[in-house]
Nanobody, 114 residues
Framework: QVQLVESGGGLVQAGGSLRLSCAASVRGFIISTIGWYRQAPGKQREMIAT???????NYAGSVKGRFTISRDQGKNTVYLQMNSLTPEDTAVYYC????????WGQGTQVTVSS
């Protein structure tokens, strides 16, 4: 059983920064990969950034160089530092974890105003 709770979303002006956090509550499983997806209105959910147990990261091309994912394995928490935000980053951001099956958080809204 894995539960994911996101925090840190909100409203920010273009060019600003936000930091998302996802706390994972884990029972009986090991999370091998954890990360972030987002879904904008009218669009499909897309992968933004993931990080494995080995610390290997993967980023979507649209956020590379602006977003940074990090993981505190001791706290079972993953962070997404988002810099140089643009209105195109407006979306619901979902925490994702893979521990034999997919797990999803409830999502947190990020709105970037122009």
């Amino acid at each position: 059983q894995v539960q994911l709770v996101e925090s840190g979303g909100g409203l920010v002006q273009a060019g600003g920064s936000l930091r998302l956090s996802c706390a994972a509550s884990v029972r009986g499983f090991i999370i091998s990969t954890i990360g972030w997806y987002r879904q904008a209105p009218g669009k499909q959910r897309e992968m933004i950034a993931t990080i494995t147990n080995a610390g290997i990261t993967n980023y979507a091309g649209s956020v590379k160089g602006r977003f940074t994912i990090s993981r505190d394995q001791g706290k079972n928490t993953v962070y997404l530092q988002m810099n140089s935000l643009t209105p195109e980053d407006t979306a619901v951001y979902y925490c994702y974890a893979w521990a034999r099956v997919d797990y999803w958080g409830q999502g947190t809204q990020v709105t970037v105003s122009s």
